[in-house]
Structure formats: structure tokens, C-alpha cells
């Protein structure tokens, strides 16, 4: 059965990747990539440091340009018909947060950027990573697992349709790996479209329907047992 | 626009309460420095005058260059730290929320324009405090000044601090959009806050008055002569170079420069 149905019902394409390909000074890191990534489905990218997960995820945020191929977000060509990927929650290396303030209050503040959310949204947020709103402690003395669920919560406040995660789990304790996980799921079910990397197999185990490895620039499915 | 100016609103936090209370101080013991390391000082008047330089000197003796350089150093790392912290770490998060990468520089370049008139204007007040603090009056004591004195009213003299105000505010800010295209352009940290240094010191050396840094040396466009308008040639120029400098760095707005920058 095609992909783009489940359950009897049309499943929409989020993410249509083709014949991607990407060299840095000769170096071949990813050449003819193509898949088609569909709306509330999770996929998983692997693959030792250095074969290019990273880049992958930057080509389809449209914060590197492809040398071939194209990448389409819901039917939206990257550098066509739009710059950079829309309806995306992304975290790709630490973001900059404003050490000086709370963690509230930097989310507040990078969420008065679009207007499109209220305070109760981030809230809710903040607390469904496993934050305290309320906690006015500065983020410059947070840990570095609390700077990650604060990373995470930047990157769902909004209520994307998309969600890139590289390495999500990193620094995190045990419940936190837990606590993120059952988030992730939840936004799995809400329909939310998930790409992420992990070097943890079970995370990719509990929460991708499908898997990618990154290999020698090349990228093919894996098969979990 | 209206997330562009949410968006410069949201860059002006990354000007830390930490660098604007160094900053102040700093332009404190910069005045008491002019109030002690002066003589003759007598009027409100005297004070300014020797702490800007609005008198043309051939040489500065090192304290006087540290004197003049400081608020143009602070200025300079505070804009560094800001391309470092707003502009470089934060550019994933904040491009994919506006989407559009000539706003997102836009809204950059307003965040550091209202940066410069917000630490000029203090400047200047933390300035005009010390020296009212200090001194009194209105008109010129010193011997070296007493040629201007009899065509230079308190009103003018405000006139003046007004135009010195704003070329200090334009060749810094020209300077500060070079430090952004330099770090677009090597993408190294402290490269940019390094070569504008230099260019400081370069000018307070030598006489290069229309040169990017020129208004380091104020004595050089003869403020108290209000006909000689070498203030307004100082202002065209440097709004030229800041017209070409906005210009290349719009032409990095493109997917391909940002490709090298944050790939």
C-alpha cells in the first residue's frame, strides 16, 4: 500500500526530498537523496559524526543550499518559493539563549517575535518538557540538560507542523529522556511530522516509524530487529 | 514589519544589563578622568570641550588616546558580543521564525542603530552630568578657546554638542556595519572588533578626518566656526560609506552567502 494512505485515510506529504546532494571543498557529504516524509509519522536519521545527518537537516531548514536537488515542504520549493522551511520547529546546536534571563522569559521573548502564541502556550511548553514556568533562575545557571528541554520547548511552543531534532536527547538524565520521549509521542499522534537523530537506538526504536542510515553520502533505510 | 520590529525588539535584550552598567562607569571615570587630568579647568564649558578634543592637537600623549578611545572600544565589544550572540548563535532559531533573510538583517541593523542613539545619548547626559557636577557656567576661561568665544552663546553651544552627537553617532554606527560585513565575511570571532580597533587608532595617529573612525578627532571639522560646515561634508561622507556598506550587506542576504556563514 502507498505510503500516503493509513488507515484508509489520505496521509499529507510534508516533506518531499529529490535527488539532494551536497559537497563542502570536494568532499562529498550527501549525493542523490530522495525520500518522501509523510504527516504525523517520525523518522529517525543515523549514522556515525560526520556522515552528514547534520547537513541533512540544515538543506531541509534551508540554512544550506543544495549543489543538486530540490526540497519541497508541504508542495513549497526551499529557495523558490520560499527561503527558509516554514512551519518548523527546530534544534540544531545550542541556541543562543539570553543567559541573564529566565527561561520564561527567553521563550516569551523569542515567541513575541511571530505574535502567534500566548502566554498560557508557553506555559504549557515549558512545563510539558519537564520545566518550572514559575522558576525565575536565570539560564545561565541552568544545567546543561535543563538548556536542552528549554531548547526543546523552543522548538514546540509554536505548535509546528514540522519538527527537525538533532540529537534531542543530549544531556539528558534518564526521567528526561523518558519525559521528552512520551512529548514526542504525543506529538506524533497530534499529526506532527518528526525528524530526528540519536546516537541512543532506543529512542529511534520507540519512536520512528521508519529509519534512515547515513552512509558514505549515501542514505538507505534500516531495519530494526 | 511588524515582525521586524518585534523581532529588533527581541535583539536589543542581548545588549546585557552587565555591559550597559560597565559602560556607564566607564563614562564616568572617563569624565572624572577630564576633571582631574585638565588644568584650568573653570566652566561647564572648558570641560567639554577638552573631554571630546573639539580642539585641533597634532598629537595625543597615550592616556589621552586610551581617553577618546574608551566609549568607542565599548562600543565596539558591545556590538562584537551582539554579532556574536544575536546574530551568529541565534540565526537558526530566529530566520525560521521571520522567514525572510533581508528582515532579519533589517531587523538587525535597527536593533544596532537604536543601540548607538541609546548609548550616545547617555553618553552624552553621564557627560554633561559630571561636568555640571563639577564646574559651572557657561563660557570659555582658557586661553586656547578665546578666539571662539565671542560668536559661541549657550544656545550654540548646545547646537554644537548636537552635531558632535551626531557625527560621533554616524561614523560609529559606519563602523559597526563594518564590523557586521566583516564578520559575514570571515566568520571569525573578535577578526571584525580587531580591524575596527585599529582603524581608531590609526586615526588618532594620523589625520585622515573623512576616513571610516575619522570622528575620533572632532578638533578636525572646526565645530566653533558654524559657517565653515566641514561637519556637514564629514556627515555626507560617512552617510555614503554607510549607504555602500548596507548595500553589500544586503547582497549577503542570499541563500548562498548565508550557505557559508551557518552551514
Known sequence: MDDSFREGKAVELAIEVKGLAKSFKHEMVLQ????????????????????????????ICGF???????????????????????????????????????????????????NVIRKEQIYQAITAVGLDPENRKKVKSYSVGMKQRLAIAQAIMEEPRILILDEPMNGLDKSGVLQIRELLKSKISEGVTILMSSHIAEDIQQLCDEVFEFDNGSLKPLQFV | ??????????????????????????????????????????????????????YPAKQFPFLLMVHHLLPYLF????????????????????????????????????????????????????????????FNG?????????????????ASFKKLLLILGLMQMLGTFCLTLLQLLLHFYTNKTGVSYTIVVLLYVVNLVLDVPFGPGGHIKPGNFDLFNEASGTWVKFVAIQSGYC?????????????????????
Not at chain 2, 562584537?80 to 531587523?107: C, G, M, P, Q
Not at chain 2, 563660557?139 to 549657550?154: C, R, W, Y
Open chain 2, 75 to 134: 562600543i565596539a565589544y558591545m556590538s562584537e558580543s551582539y554579532i556574536e550572540h544575536a546574530v551568529k548563535r541565534n540565526a537558526y532559531y530566529t530566520i525560521l521564525r521571520i522567514k525572510d533573510a533581508k528582515h532579519w538583517l533589517f531587523a538587525h541593523i535597527q536593533a544596532l542603530l537604536i543601540f548607538h542613539v541609546m548609548f550616545f545619548t547617555a553618553a552624552h547626559f553621564i557627560v554633561g552630568f559630571c561636568m555640571e557636577w563639577a
Open chain 1, 64 to 114: 544550506l543550499l543544495p549543489d543538486k536537488g530540490t526540497v519541497r515542504i508541504f508542495g513549497k520549493e526551499l529557495g523558490k518559493d520560499m527561503d527558509f522551511a516554514t512551519d518548523t520547529g527546530v534544534v540544531i546546536e545550542h541556541p543562543g539563549f539570553m543567559l541573564d534571563f529566565s527561561g520564561f522569559q527567553n521563550l516569551n521573548y523569542l515567541a513575541a517575535i511571530r
Open chain 2, 243 to 263: 549607504l555602500v556598506l548596507l548595500f553589500l550587506l544586503y547582497a549577503n542576504m542570499k541563500r548562498k552567502k548565508l550557505d557559508k556563514l551557518y552551514g
Open chain 2, 1 to 54: 514589519m511588524r515582525q521586524v520590529w518585534n523581532q529588533s525588539k527581541y535583539y536589543l535584550l542581548h545588549f546585557s544589563v552587565k555591559s550597559w552598567i560597565f559602560s556607564v562607569a566607564a563614562l564616568v571615570l572617563s569624565a572624572l578622568f577630564t576633571v582631574t587630568y585638565f588644568k584650568g579647568i573653570q566652566t561647564v564649558t572648558d570641560a567639554v570641550v577638552l573631554h571630546y578634543g573639539l
Open chain 1, 32 to 59: 542523490d537523496v530522495n525520500l518522501h516524509l509523510y504527516q504525523g509519522k517520525c523518522y529517525g536519521f543515523v549514522g556515525r559524526n560526520g556522515s552528514g545527518k547534520s547537513v541533512f537537516f540544515k538543506l
Open chain 2, 138 to 154: 557657561y563660557h570659555f576661561t582658557l586661553q586656547t578657546f578665546e578666539v571662539h568665544i565671542t560668536n559661541l552663546d549657550s
